[in-house]
């Protein structure tokens, strides 16, 4: 793949739908959001007019922010010559045709959706046959779709855990519920799930059923996942939506992981390693059959931290390695997507960027990604987009919770629930002011203890000791031989560890009331990217040639509960080792 030059010009992207490109940046943004603008309003009006006007208000927000996000990345990674046939498609997908005319469109939905999903593949795999690395690309896909089948149903993870934990035997009977194992079924009577899933279907349904009562759901405050999962995800096929919607965001997040370890100056194999463990994570096979958003926030940790630090790479190419710029010249994720450069496509990427980092905390509650995304922006001299972000997240939040869900919609979910997360953080809140006030210091100390411990066993205990030890190496180095590019990736470990440890121990008081232990270590697990580039960067100086035994060893771990033996699952939920039996 050639580099990038930003002064190329060709007929094929001289213009968009008849505005030139040449055209002043805020012209073709003022341009752009027009567009989006009007094609949310028409889908609004397109569900209004077909399902009634409650459920057209209620998809305005989530609409308008999905098209954003398809219409920057059609930009940035499609042919302009199918600028318009390709941002077609998504708006299409939002008309919900097997809703508002016929079941019987149901295929052509699922076509387009798997159209759109295909074509940002295609360009996530010129990257990777750019790179030399397609083969391994190929076998990450691999390990997540046998990671995926093989803990479905009762052999998911979330599924049988809470039956271990209280030494419950299974008991699932097709088609009803059962809260003694809390093995439910979702849909289809005989694919068992966790009970937690009869809340997160709410988020999906009101997109489409005039007169669903949500009032019960203690999972409303997030919308993000549950829109885009019901696009597709119509009766009696939304499992099969999420499961598409999760392995595509599994292999995005290990992509991610990727192309992080390049720009932050590692060697490819420590990157192909990284990517290969990534495939095998314990967050994803332990949500990975589950309909709800955690794989998504999981993912995310990933992909967020990719966001930005593509945009610094954007605007401050100065801060990687110097045999980055060599080697690849002016490469950025615009060469990732194989997008022709023209004049203001740094800007179009920028906001898909952003938006991508935006869209996280809207489909779950990830405040801590999003303010390590902000620190390493404001480090970087990115304060604008650091603002800027925080504080459109913080708006769209406020929005959907204060129009969309208390005006348009009526209810809010059941949020006197303790299971709400707005509920958990005022009462983890509450607790610690109380420890202040009161100056009960024995009872913080030992909620400090205990999120500790929870954050190590988050990090399976390995990746927060292989952590310890390549921080202290990059700061060794550091003050030895500053390294630009040694540098970033200092302040992304320092920035993701440190800010869920804190997240961590904050939330601890909310873990003693859903945990024997008093601890939920999955709640810290979101570390997991820096922890799998230290295993993988200590495997490379130990290791050599034979790195990739680390991938396969983490392959056989996350697959040794298909035995019936024994399951991580214990300690990423509990933070208890214990058998695992069928």
């Not at 889908?43 to 007019?49: D, F, H, K, T, Y």
């Not at 000791?465 to 180095?477: C, G, P, Q, S």
Request: aromatic letters at 14%; one cysteine or more; charged letters at 10%.
């Amino acid at each position: 793949m050639a580099p990038i030059n930003p002064t190329a010009k060709s007929d094929a992207n001289a213009s968009i739908g008849g505005i030139g490109l040449t055209q002043s940046p805020k012209i073709r943004f003022l341009f752009d959001i027009g567009i989006i603008l009007g094609a949310t309003l028409a889908q609004c009006l397109w569900m209004c007019q077909f399902t009634s006007v409650k459920v057209g208000l209620v998809n305005l927000l989530p609409t308008a922010l999905f098209l954003a996000i398809w219409y920057f990345c059609v930009k940035v990674v499609a042919n302009p010559k199918y600028f318009w046939l390709c941002f077609g498609l998504g708006f299409v997908l939002t008309l919900r045709l097997p809703i508002t005319l016929t079941k019987f469109l149901e295929p052509i939905d699922w076509t387009i959706y798997l159209a759109m999903t295909g074509l940002v593949l295609r360009k996530i795999f010129d990257y990777f046959k750019a790179k030399q690395s397609l083969v391994f690309a190929i076998a990450a896909i691999a390990i997540v779709g046998f990671n995926a089948i093989g803990h479905l149903s009762l052999n998911s993870p979330f599924t049988y855990s809470f039956r271990t934990i209280h030494h419950v035997a299974s008991n699932f009977t097709p088609g009803v519920e059962n809260n003694q194992s809390w093995e439910c079924p979702y849909e289809m009577p005989n694919l068992a799930v966790s009970c937690d899933m009869r809340h997160f279907i709410s988020p999906e349904r009101i997109f489409t059923e005039p007169n669903y009562d949500a009032s019960f759901s203690v999972f409303m405050s997030r919308f993000f996942y549950g829109y885009v999962s019901s696009l597709v995800g119509v009766e009696g096929h939304r499992w099969f939506a999420s499961f598409s919607l999760n392995l595509f965001l599994w292999f995005g997040a290990c992509a991610a992981l990727f192309r992080t370890c390049i720009l932050t100056g590692l060697d490819r194999r420590i990157a192909l390693t990284a990517m290969l463990c990534c495939a095998s994570g314990w967050e994803f096979v332990s949500f990975v059959g589950q309909p709800s958003p955690q794989l998504t926030a999981y993912a995310f940790a990933a992909i967020a931290i990719w966001a930005t630090v593509e945009i610094i790479h954007i605007n401050q190419p100065e801060a990687i390695a110097p045999e980055e710029s060599s080697i690849e010249k002016n490469l950025t994720a615009s060469q990732v997507l194989d997008s022709e450069t023209a004049l203001g496509q740094k800007n179009a990427l920028i906001t898909l960027l952003a938006l991508i980092i935006i869209s996280g905390g809207l489909a779950y509650e990830i405040y801590p990604l999003t303010l390590v995304s902000a620190i390493l922006l404001i480090v970087y001299r990115q304060r604008f987009l650091a603002i800027a972000i925080a504080a459109t997240q913080i708006c769209l939040v406020i929005l959907w919770k204060e129009v969309s869900l208390a005006k348009f919609l009526g209810t809010l979910g059941n949020v006197e629930s303790q299971s709400s997360g707005i509920k958990n953080l005022t009462y983890s809140l509450q607790t610690w002011l109380d420890i202040f006030w009161k100056f009960d210091w024995y009872k913080g100390f030992y909620f400090i203890a205990k999120g500790m411990q929870s954050y190590i066993y988050g990090s399976y205990i390995v990746g927060a000791i292989a952590t310890l030890i390549f921080v202290v190496y990059l700061i060794r180095k550091q003050l030895k031989q500053p390294d630009r590019s040694h540098r970033l990736l200092l302040s992304i470990c320092l920035s993701l560890t440190t800010v869920m440890l804190l997240a961590t121990i904050f939330t601890t008081p909310q873990a003693h009331i859903w945990s024997g232990t008093g601890m939920q270590p999955r709640l810290a697990a979101f570390v997991y990217p820096v922890n799998i580039i230290a295993i993988a960067a200590i495997a490379n100086w130990l290791l050599k040639q034979y790195t990739y035994a680390i991938a396969v060893g983490t392959f056989y771990i996350s697959n040794l509960d298909l035995t019936g033996l024994a399951s991580m699952s214990q300690i990423f939920d509990y933070g208890a080792i214990g058998l695992y039996w069928k």
